[in-house]
C-alpha cells in the first residue's frame, strides 16, 4: 500500500527517531519510530487528521482541539498530536462523535473570524478554510457578538479591534486574522529563536504581540519562520497581497551565503510571488531568513542595467551595442593587447555568486583561451588560507562535516565569525542546540549576537585583542597538552606521532602558556584555560570558523592551529565534531573547487602536476602553462607597472571589496581593456571599457557548492531579461577568441567537470534531481557523496601536526593611529550590497556605521549618531558612529556594505604570508569627528556619476 499513499505535505508533528512501534490507524497498519505522534502516524499512512495548531516543524501543543482522535481503550478523545504511538494501538480517526466535537470547535473559531474569503489575501491557501471544508462545516450556530474583526460593535468602536500592522516591508499582521494558534509565536522560539513573539492577555483577550508597538521596532529578525507557520492571512507576505497567490513552485538554492538554503520559488506566470524555504532542503529544512526569504527584488529593480554597453574610454559617456558588437569589442581589445604585451597580460576574476559551471568556464577561458593561469576569485580574499591550511594538516581544502551535524554537537567553538548575523540560518540551528545544553566558546573581539542566545547553558567569551588569533589557539593547545587532555589513541592511530611529539614539545613551551600571553591577547588566563578543558573533556566538540580567522597576516597558521587543536583532541571523523568554516558567499566553496586560483586546476591540483594538467589538456585539445598565474593583487600591482593590461571580471566588485581601495583604482584606471560582467554598474564598472549584463540566480540554471560542500542544482524560474545566461556570455567571448565553444546546457559543462574532477566524477544533474544534493567527494569511493570527511584516515593519509608561532602583525598602532579597526557583515545586508541595498532590506540598515566603545568616544568628543572621520596610514572615510560596549575599548569596528562608506580605503596591503589574503581584520586607525564625507569620498562620488553616464539614443 505505501508505494500508492499520495504524501501529506505537512505531518503535524516532527519525525521521531526510536524503535519501531506498529499499530492501526482507521483498519490500516503502520509502523513508525517510537516517539512518534499518532497524528504522524496516521499521516504516514496517508490518513489526513484535521490540524491548525499543528506543524512539523514544530513542537506540539494539542491547543486548536481538532486533531481529536478515539483509541480503543482510552477514555475520552485525545489529542492525536501530542499522544505517542504504542504497539497494538488501535486508533479511529473519523467517527460520528469526533466529527460533532471538530464542528463544534470550527464553530467557535469562526465565530471570531471575519467571513471575507473572497477578498482574502489568503483566499484559496488558507488552512483556516480548509479546515472548515475537512470537518464538513456548513452553517453556524452562534449569533453575532463580542469579536475582534468587526471596527465597530452595535454600541460603538470595538476595543478588541486592532488594526494592520504594516510597519515592515515584506509581511503584514493582521490581527483580526488570528486564531492565536500560537504557531507564529513558536516558530520564533523553537526554529528562529529569536524569541521576538507571545501572547498577550488569556482567554478571549489572548492576542500575538511583538511586546513592542509593531513589527519593525521589535526584536524581529524578519525570517519569515512566522509567516510561513500563520495558517490564516493574519501574518502575510505583502508580495501575496499584491500579486495574488501563486499557482506553481521551482525548487531553487538561495545565492547569498554560505549555508545554501533551498527555496521553492513560488509563480504565478513568470511572475515570482514568493520564496518559500523548502522543507527538504538538507542545508535549512524549511528555515530561512530575511535575504534568502524576501531579499529577492533585486532582480526586478530599475538600475539593473539590460544591454551590454562600450567605450573607448573610461572618462567616456557609455555607448548601448549588441551582443556581437560588445563581444567583438571586447575580443579584439584583449587580442591587441596580447599581440602587443605578450600571453600573460590578461587575465579573468570568477564569481563566487556565480555557479560552479559558469566558474568552471572562466578559468577555461583563461587556461584553454587566453594561454595562461591568471585566474583568481574573491576566495582570495576570504577563505584562501581555509584552503591552504586544511590542505596542508588534512590533505582537502574544504570543512570536514554537514550542518546537521551541529545536532550531535556537545561544545560549539565559534571563532572570528558572527553566525547570526553572516549565516543566519546556521546560527538558528546551532542557537536550537545551545539550548539543549551545548557549551558555547567565542573567541572573537566583539561580543557577537549568539553569546545573547536566550536559555542557553554555560558560554565563554574570549574577547582577544584583534591579530592574536594563533596566540590564543596555541595558549589552548598548551592546557590540553600540558594538562594531557590530548587524545594519545587517536592521535597514534591517525596522525603521525612524531609530528605530534613535536609540536608537543612546542606548544608546552612556558611562553606559550596563557598567563604568558596574556597581556599580548587581552584574554584572562583563567578563561583561556577553563575554554580549553571544557573543549577538550566534554564529549564532541565542533569548531566553526569565519573571516576573523582567515582574513589576518596569520590567517593560514590560524587554521593550522585550529585542525591542531581538532586532531590532538580526536574531534574529527564522526558526526558533531570537525572543522568547519563559514563561508560568506553562495559558491565561494565552488568558485575554489573549480580551479579560479591561479596555481590550482579544479580539483585543487597544482598547475605543475604533468598528469593532472595532461587530463584538461586532452579534454580541451589545447597545451596549458605549467606556471602559476598571477593573484588578484598581482594583477593590480603589474597594472601600474603597465604589464598587465586586460581583464575580465564576472560578478564581483573589487573596487569595494578588496583592500587598499586608492591602489585598487591605480591598477583598474591603468589597464586597456576591463571587462565587468554584473547586474549593475558598480564601483568596479567606472574603470570598465565593455559592460555586460549579468543574469541573476533566478535566471539559469547550474549548481552552487555551499559551506559544507553541499552541491545544489540551481533551476532557472524566468527566462533571464538579458537575454542570456552568465555561461552564455562567457562562451560568446571565448568564441570570438577565437575558440569552438559548443555547449548548449550547463549539464554538458557538469558533465565536463565530472570528467576531469574526481572529487565530482559521479555528479550530473540527472542525481541532483533524485536527491536534492549530494557532498563531495561524489565518485566511485563514495557513490552516495561524503556528509563527513576523514572518517576511517585523512584524505593525506596521516594527519599532519605544524608548529604555529606567533608572529605579530606589521600593522601596530601607535600614537598617530591609537585603534585597531575590525570588519565585518550584518544580517540585512549582504558582502558589497550590490543586491540588498537595491531592496527593502536597506530599512534596517541603510548605511555602514562605526561601533566605537564609550570610553573612546568620550575623550575623542564623539557622539552616538554623530559624523566621524576614520583615518588610517592609507587613506580616510567618514561616517555615523554607534557608541556601543560590544566592542572593547581600543577596538572599533564597522561593516563595508555601502560604497559611500568606502570602508576598505582605509584597509591596507597586508596580507596572509601564505596566501595574500588581505587582514581587513586589524587596520590601525584614528577617530576624530567629522563634519561630512572626506575628500576621497567627495571625489569617488563624482568620478561615479561622470562614469555612469549613458548615451541616449538620439546621442
Given at each position: ?6 504524501p ?16 492501526m ?91 471575507d ?14 479546515m ?25 468602536d ?14 503584514t ?45 521589535s ?21 501575496v497581497i ?48 530575511v ?5 529577492w ?15 573607448d574610454?573610461?572618462?567616456d ?52 583561451v ?17 584552503g ?11 570543512g570536514?562535516q ?5 545536532e ?5 567553538v ?8 553572516a ?24 561580543r ?39 587524545d ?16 608537543m ?8 602558556s596563557?598567563?604568558?600571553?596574556e597581556?599580548?591577547?587581552t ?13 577538550a ?12 580567522v ?11 592551529a ?42 585543487y ?12 589538456e ?13 593573484r ?22 573589487i ?18 581593456c ?130 604555529t ?12 593611529f ?10 540585512s ?32 568628543g ?52 601564505a ?12 577617530v ?28
Amino acid at each position: 500500500m505505501k508505494d500508492f499513499i499520495i504524501p501529506i505535505k505537512d505531518k503535524g508533528t516532527p519525525a521521531r527517531q526510536g524503535a519501531p512501534v506498529t499499530l492501526m490507524v482507521d483498519g490500516f497498519s503502520v509502523t513508525v519510530p517510537a516517539g512518534t505522534s499518532v497524528m504522524r502516524a496516521a499521516a504516514e499512512a496517508g490518513i489526513s487528521v484535521p490540524k491548525l495548531c499543528a506543524s512539523d516543524m514544530l513542537e506540539p501543543i494539542g491547543s486548536c482541539r481538532l486533531c481529536l482522535v478515539e483509541i480503543d481503550g482510552v477514555r475520552g478523545t485525545p489529542a492525536s498530536c501530542t499522544t505517542p504511538v504504542a504497539p497494538g494501538m488501535v486508533v479511529h480517526t473519523q467517527t460520528p462523535q469526533l466529527k460533532t466535537l471538530r464542528r463544534g470547535v470550527m464553530e467557535l473559531y469562526i465565530s471570531d473570524h471575519p467571513l471575507d474569503c473572497l477578498t482574502c489575501a489568503a483566499n484559496g491557501d488558507c488552512e483556516l478554510q480548509d479546515m472548515a471544508g475537512a470537518v464538513g462545516l456548513r452553517d453556524m450556530r452562534y449569533a453575532p457578538g463580542e469579536n475582534h474583526f468587526e471596527v465597530r460593535g452595535p454600541e460603538g468602536d470595538n476595543p478588541a479591534w486592532q488594526p494592520k500592522d504594516e510597519s515592515n516591508p515584506y509581511f503584514t499582521f493582521d490581527p483580526t486574522k488570528c486564531i492565536v494558534c500560537m504557531r507564529c509565536v513558536r516558530a520564533c522560539e523553537e526554529v528562529q529563536g529569536t524569541f521576538a513573539l507571545t501572547i498577550d492577555g488569556r482567554g478571549f483577550d489572548s492576542t500575538v504581540s511583538t511586546g513592542t508597538e509593531n513589527f519593525l521596532n521589535s526584536d524581529c529578525v524578519s525570517c519569515g519562520a512566522c509567516v510561513q507557520a500563520c495558517p490564516t492571512a493574519s501574518l502575510i507576505e505583502n508580495s501575496v497581497i499584491e500579486i495574488g497567490t501563486p499557482e506553481r513552485s521551482i525548487i531553487t538554492t538561495c545565492a547569498y551565503c554560505g549555508v545554501g538554503c533551498n527555496f521553492e520559488a513560488q509563480m504565478r506566470g513568470d511572475e515570482l510571488i514568493r520564496m518559500v524555504p523548502w522543507k527538504e532542503g538538507k542545508a535549512n529544512h524549511g528555515h530561512s531568513c530575511v535575504k534568502g526569504r524576501f531579499a529577492w527584488g533585486y532582480a526586478q529593480h530599475k538600475e539593473r542595467i539590460l544591454k551590454p554597453m562600450v567605450r573607448d574610454s573610461i572618462t567616456d559617456p557609455w555607448r548601448v551595442v549588441t551582443y556581437p558588437e560588445a563581444i567583438g569589442f571586447a575580443a579584439d581589445r584583449l587580442r591587441a593587447i596580447q599581440a602587443r604585451d605578450g600571453v600573460d597580460a590578461i587575465g579573468v576574476l570568477t564569481s563566487s555568486r556565480c555557479t560552479n559551471e559558469e566558474t568552471f568556464l572562466v578559468q577555461k577561458l583563461a587556461r584553454a583561451v587566453f594561454g595562461n593561469n591568471n585566474t583568481d576569485t574573491c576566495a582570495r580574499v576570504c577563505h584562501s588560507p581555509t584552503g591552504y591550511g586544511l590542505k596542508q594538516t588534512f590533505g582537502t581544502s574544504a570543512g570536514t562535516q554537514d550542518f546537521d551535524s551541529v545536532e550531535q554537537t556537545d561544545v560549539a567553538v565559534v571563532i572570528g565569525a558572527n553566525p547570526t548575523d553572516a549565516h543566519p540560518v546556521f546560527a538558528s540551528r546551532l542557537r536550537k542546540r545551545l539550548r539543549e545544553g551545548t557549551k558555547l566558546i567565542v573567541i572573537d573581539p566583539r561580543r557577537i549576537d549568539l553569546l545573547e542566545t536566550p536559555h542557553i547553558g554555560p558560554a565563554w567569551h574570549l574577547g582577544l585583542r584583534p591579530g592574536t588569533n594563533v596566540a590564543v589557539l596555541t595558549a589552548m593547545a598548551h592546557v590540553i597538552v600540558t594538562e594531557g587532555l590530548y587524545d594519545e589513541a587517536f592521535i597514534r592511530a591517525r596522525c603521525d606521532w612524531d609530528e605530534f611529539s613535536d609540536y608537543m614539545d612546542f606548544a608546552a613551551d612556558p611562553a606559550h602558556s596563557p598567563e604568558a600571553t596574556e597581556a599580548m591577547t587581552t584574554v584572562p588566563a583563567e578563561t583561556l584555560r577553563a575554554a580549553a578543558r571544557v573543549y577538550a573533556t566534554n564529549g564532541n566538540g565542533a569548531i566553526y570558523y569565519g573571516l576573523g580567522v582567515t582574513e589576518h597576516s596569520q590567517g593560514s597558521t590560524t587554521v593550522m592551529a585550529i585542525a591542531n587543536l581538532a586532531m590532538m583532541t580526536g574531534n574529527i571523523g564522526r558526526p558533531g565534531v570537525g572543522v568547519n568554516p563559514l563561508r560568506g558567499q553562495n559558491n565561494v566553496q565552488g568558485s575554489c573547487d573549480m580551479g579560479s586560483f591561479p596555481h590550482e586546476l579544479p580539483g585543487y591540483r597544482h598547475v605543475s602536476d604533468d598528469t593532472a594538467r595532461g587530463i584538461f589538456e586532452a579534454a580541451w585539445g589545447v597545451p596549458l602553462s605549467d606556471e602559476p598565474g598571477l593573484r588578484v593583487n598581482n594583477m593590480l600591482d603589474a597594472a601600474v607597472a603597465g604589464s598587465f593590461k586586460g581583464i575580465y571580471i564576472q560578478g564581483e566588485d573589487i573596487m569595494q571589496s578588496d583592500p587598499d581601495t586608492r591602489h585598487v583604482a591605480a591598477g583598474l584606471a591603468a589597464m586597456d581593456c576591463v571587462i565587468v560582467q554584473d547586474l549593475f554598474l558598480n564601483e568596479t564598472a567606472d574603470f570598465a571599457h565593455v559592460f555586460l549584463p549579468g543574469s541573476t540566480f533566478l535566471e539559469k540554471d547550474g549548481t552552487f557548492t555551499n559551506a559544507e560542500r553541499r552541491i545544489n542544482p540551481v533551476r532557472r524560474v524566468m527566462a533571464p531579461k538579458n537575454g542570456y545566461a552568465d555561461w552564455e556570455l562567457t562562451q560568446l567571448l571565448a568564441n570570438a577568441m577565437g575558440a569552438d565553444w559548443a555547449y548548449t546546457h550547463p549539464r554538458e559543462v557538469m558533465a565536463e567537470i565530472a570528467a576531469t574532477t574526481p572529487g565530482f566524477a559521479n555528479v550530473t544533474y540527472q542525481m541532483l534531481d533524485e536527491r536534492g544534493s549530494v557532498q563531495w567527494p561524489c565518485n566511485d569511493n563514495a557513490p552516495d557523496g561524503s556528509p563527513i570527511m576523514h572518517v576511517d584516515g585523512f584524505v593525506r593519509g596521516k594527519g599532519r601536526f605544524i608548529r604555529t608561532d606567533y608572529v605579530a602583525t606589521e600593522e601596530r598602532t601607535g600614537p598617530r593611529f591609537p585603534l585597531l579597526l575590525t570588519t565585518g557583515r550584518i544580517l540585512s545586508q549582504y558582502n558589497v550590497g550590490a543586491q540588498t541595498r537595491r531592496t527593502e532590506n536597506s530599512t534596517w540598515h541603510p548605511e555602514d556605521l562605526l561601533e566605537i566603545h564609550p570610553h573612546d568616544a568620550e575623550v575623542r568628543g564623539i557622539k552616538d549618531g554623530g559624523w566621524v572621520r576614520l583615518a588610517s596610514r592609507v587613506g580616510d572615510t567618514s561616517l555615523r558612529a554607534t557608541v556601543t560596549e560590544r566592542v572593547a575599548p581600543g577596538v572599533v569596528y564597522t561593516t563595508f556594505h555601502h560604497p559611500a562608506t568606502q570602508a576598505n580605503v582605509v584597509t591596507t596591503d597586508n596580507s596572509d604570508w601564505a596566501t595574500n589574503c588581505p587582514e581587513y581584520k586589524v587596520t590601525a586607525v584614528q577617530v576624530a569627528p567629522s563634519n561630512g564625507p572626506t575628500e576621497w569620498q567627495t571625489d569617488s562620488a563624482a568620478r561615479s556619476d561622470a562614469a555612469r553616464r549613458i548615451l541616449s539614443v538620439a546621442e
